[in-house]
């Protein structure tokens, strides 16, 4: 499937505005977009990446296929990083307004474990693998990113690299077993901004890898 639009618009529009944030220090729309902006930059950078370590799978060149897996793995961290200057773009926001409606403990446990699924495996195995839910609410959100998508994509590159002869080995990976001791747990997240928009915009922009 090829791209209907031009990440490089994405990646520039992102760079126009990193430059132009120091102006508007304290509008809130305009942080909202900064971050969301950088959020889809960022994303795009990792597909392009994606596609250089396709590349250097297929020629073999273990090198090459390091590096990538590498700075693709970077990515996902320093999106992780830069959500959480933003409580829309939050998992800790999400599981904290999904406790707060429960009258109890145990109603707040399972509220929670909803929370998690939803935005994850989307319920059992049966729903996520034989139900094709897997990955239906797919969230760019800090603390999903670092705990929840870092681990599957660095098992895949690993994998990769233990046999970089061998055969793609995706389709062969139990995601659902990676996946669901984090929908299990009771980790608390932050739920208010860690950091603040532009600094950190600016901060991470700068560190992106080519």
Same mark, same amino acid.
């Given at each position: 499937?090829?791209?209907?639009?031009?990440?490089?618009?994405?990646?520039?529009?992102?760079? &126009?505005?990193?430059?132009?944030?120091?102006?508007?220090? =304290?509008?809130?729309?305009?942080? +909202?977009?900064?971050?969301?902006?950088?959020?889809?930059? @960022?994303?795009?950078?990792?597909?392009?990446?994606?596609?250089? @370590?396709?590349?250097?799978?297929?020629? !073999?060149?273990?090198?090459?296929?390091?590096?990538?897996?590498?700075?693709?793995?970077? &990515?996902? &961290?320093?999106?992780?990083?830069?959500? $959480?200057? /933003? !409580? #829309?773009?939050?998992? =800790?926001?999400?599981?904290?307004?999904?406790?707060?409606?429960?009258?109890?403990?145990?109603?707040?446990?399972?509220? #929670?474990?909803?929370? !998690?699924?939803?935005?994850?495996?989307?319920?059992?195995?049966?729903?996520?693998?034989?139900?094709?839910?897997?990955?239906?609410?797919?969230? #760019?959100? $800090?603390?999903?990113?670092?705990?929840?998508?870092?681990? /599957?994509?660095? @098992?895949?590159?690993? /994998?990769?690299?233990?046999?970089? %002869?061998?055969?793609?080995?995706?389709?062969?990976?139990? +995601?659902?077993? &990676?996946?669901?001791?984090? %929908?299990? /747990?009771?980790?608390?997240?932050?739920?208010?901004?860690? $950091? $603040?928009?532009?600094?950190?915009? @600016?901060?991470?922009?700068?560190?992106?890898? #080519?």
């Amino acid at each position: 499937m090829s791209d209907y639009y031009d990440p490089a618009d994405v990646i520039l529009a992102a760079d &126009l505005m990193v430059q132009a944030a120091p102006d508007f220090a =304290g509008c809130d729309n305009f942080e +909202y977009d900064l971050v969301d902006i950088l959020r889809q930059a @960022i994303a795009e950078k990792g597909r392009l990446t994606y596609k250089a @370590i396709q590349q250097a799978y297929t020629s !073999r060149d273990t090198a090459a296929l390091r590096s990538h897996g590498e700075n693709f793995l970077t &990515l996902i &961290l320093l999106q992780d990083s830069l959500l $959480s200057s /933003r !409580r #829309e773009f939050m998992v =800790g926001n999400w599981i904290a307004q999904a406790r707060a409606l429960g009258e109890d403990e145990a109603m707040k446990d399972w509220l #929670e474990w909803n929370a !998690r699924v939803q935005i994850t495996t989307w319920g059992n195995r049966t729903a996520s693998d034989t139900g094709g839910l897997h990955d239906y609410a797919h969230k #760019e959100w $800090s603390g999903l990113l670092a705990d929840f998508y870092y681990l /599957r994509w660095k @098992i895949w590159l690993d /994998r990769l690299l233990a046999d970089p %002869t061998g055969p793609d080995p995706a389709l062969s990976i139990d +995601y659902y077993s &990676l996946e669901e001791p984090w %929908t299990l /747990r009771k980790n608390t997240y932050p739920s208010k901004p860690t $950091s $603040s928009p532009i600094p950190t915009a @600016i901060r991470i922009w700068s560190t992106i890898p #080519e």
